[in-house]
Structure formats: structure tokens, C-alpha cells
């Protein structure tokens, strides 16, 4: 039996062109199953990932924060500035949430340092171009530790802090003792309040005054030596000039 025949079939059978077309798409078959793998790619889908197990996880404690009033001494304050201090001053964070105010303003005194004479002694002076102001704020402190902080700074009486009003801004000293403003409970505690609170700003009136007339008289005080020691010194070079005078006779 011839493999093809006459006709040009392959055993009789199957034509030779139809043939090698079938093998031709026998032959296509693996190229449309791996390009359908290629283009086709199924969703990937992803594992959730756990944390090692021996990892420790610190927690970031949040803030503490409080409410604190204070006595405090703005310093260093220009008479224009003295001015504008009043009751009702705020001071506001980034968001327009107030922070400090100022519940009691006390009297404009001028500003006190001192004059270091030597051997240890000092002399108070007043500076009449700049003024100092005791007040009360109410402010929000927050807690680190056994510490009270504003705005990232200390609340000591060794530090002071910047109050920042709409119209000034102004350093701040603690005073101490602080006093104790406890919260009324009821209408009449509010009325004792309100009059510890002025029996306090009258005694620290009367305190600063009395500290005030002390520098007075020491600054007296200090003029009156100065001149008994100018006279002293006038009358031992009269009588070196008399015992001169007696000597050339």
C-alpha cells in the first residue's frame, strides 16, 4: 500500500494539504495556552503580615494637661505696655483654643534690680522707664513628672515663660507662694472668694508700697553717708591744713 496515492492522498485517506493544515494548528495549540497564562494572570491575592511575635510595642503616652492659676510677675514692661495689661487677656494656641488669661491684674510699679557696691553689699534701684506687673493667670500647665510645663517650658520661679496677648507680649516670673484658689461650690463661697481675693491685692498693694518706701530711706540713708563722708573728708583736710600752718610759725 502506497503512503501516497495517485490523488495525492496520504493512505488513501486524508489529502496532504488538509493534513499538513492540521498539523499546523495541532502546532498552535501550546502558543494560545501559554499566551493565555502570560496575558491572563489570575489576582494576586496578599496574606496579612503578623507582627514578630518577640516585638515589643511601645505605647506613647498622651499628654496630661491641666488647669493651674498662678501668681506671676510680667517684667521688663515699657509704661505704653503697662497700659494695656488688664483682666480678661488671653492668650490662644494655634487652633483659637485659649490657653492662659489674666483673672487679677495688680498695680504698675517700676521695675526694681540692684546695684552690686562690692564687698557683698548691694543697693536696690528702681527703674522708672520700665514697669512690673504681679498678676493671676489661669493657664493650661502640663504634667512630666513632679513638673509643671508651658508650652514646652518649665513653670519655675528661675524661668520665666512668654505670655502672648492680641496687643503685647510679656516674660513671665512665678511668684511664691502661689495661693490656694480652690473652685466655689455655691454663691456664697464665690462671695468669700471674691473678698480673699481683694483682702489678697490690697496686702500685696500695701507690701509693695512698704517695699518701696524701704528703698527710699535706703537710698537716703546712702546719700546721707556719702555726705557725712565728704564732710568728714573736708574737715580732716582743714585741720591737716591748720597743723600745716601752725608748723611753719
Known amino acids: 500500500m502506497k503512503i501516497i496515492d495517485e490523488k495525492g492522498r496520504f493512505f488513501g485517506k486524508i489529502n496532504v494539504i488538509d493534513l499538513l493544515v492540521i498539523i499546523f494548528l495541532v502546532s498552535l495549540t501550546p502558543m494560545f495556552y501559554y499566551g493565555y497564562k502570560i496575558f491572563i494572570k489570575p489576582p494576586v491575592v496578599k496574606e496579612a503580615v503578623e507582627p ?12 496630661y494637661f ?18 494695656m495689661v488688664a483682666i480678661g487677656d488671653t492668650e490662644k494656641d494655634k487652633d483659637g483654643e485659649v490657653i492662659a488669661e489674666i483673672i487679677d491684674v495688680g ?4 521695675q526694681v534690680y540692684e546695684l552690686d557696691m562690692g564687698a557683698g553689699k548691694k543697693i536696690p534701684m528702681e527703674d522708672l522707664r520700665l514697669n512690673h506687673i504681679p498678676v493671676v493667670l ?11 510645663f508651658y508650652k514646652d517650658k518649665q513653670i ?3 524661668s520665666p515663660i512668654d505670655f502672648i496677648a492680641d496687643k503685647y ?9 502661689p495661693p490656694l484658689l480652690p473652685p466655689a461650690e ?9 473678698e480673699r481675693m481683694k483682702w489678697e491685692r490690697e496686702k500685696r498693694a500695701l507690701n509693695d508700697e512698704i517695699t518701696a518706701f524701704k528703698r527710699c530711706i535706703a537710698d537716703e540713708i546712702a546719700s546721707v553717708n556719702k555726705r557725712l563722708d565728704g564732710i568728714e573728708s573736708s574737715l580732716e583736710a582743714l585741720a591737716a ?5 601752725r608748723k611753719a610759725r
Open 52 to 63: 514578630p511575635k518577640n516585638k515589643t510595642v511601645i505605647e506613647v503616652p498622651e499628654k
Open 66 to 83: 491641666m488647669d493651674r492659676k498662678e501668681r506671676f510677675d510680667l517684667i521688663n514692661l515699657a509704661p505704653d505696655i503697662a497700659e
Open 107 to 110: 498695680k504698675p510699679l517700676p
Open 138 to 148: 489661669q493657664l493650661k500647665a502640663e504634667k512630666k513628672g513632679n513638673n509643671l
Open 156 to 158: 519655675s520661679v528661675s
Open 169 to 177: 507680649k510679656a516674660e513671665a516670673i512665678l511668684l511664691l507662694p
Open 186 to 194: 455655691d454663691k456664697n463661697k464665690d462671695a468669700e472668694g471674691s
Open 241 to 245: 591744713k591748720s597743723d600745716h600752718k
